[in-house]
């Protein structure tokens, strides 16, 4: 535990807030990848039911 906290610490001051460009790239990722896994759900769901 003694060792965790100043590691903690020292990744606290090397992170950085992300810029709007970086925001926007991120944001767009994920609601790609929630998008495709909600698609994949629906079609699973659809040929499950057919079945």
Not at 10 to 34: Q, S, V, Y
Request: charged share 20%; aromatic share 4%.
């Amino acid at each position: 535990m003694k060792e965790l906290i100043p590691r903690c610490i020292r990744i606290l001051h090397i992170a950085r807030k992300p810029t709007n460009r970086e925001l926007d790239e991120i944001m767009k990722i994920a609601g790609a990848g929630m998008l495709l896994v909600g698609v994949v759900g629906i079609i699973m769901f659809m040929v499950f039911s057919v079945i």
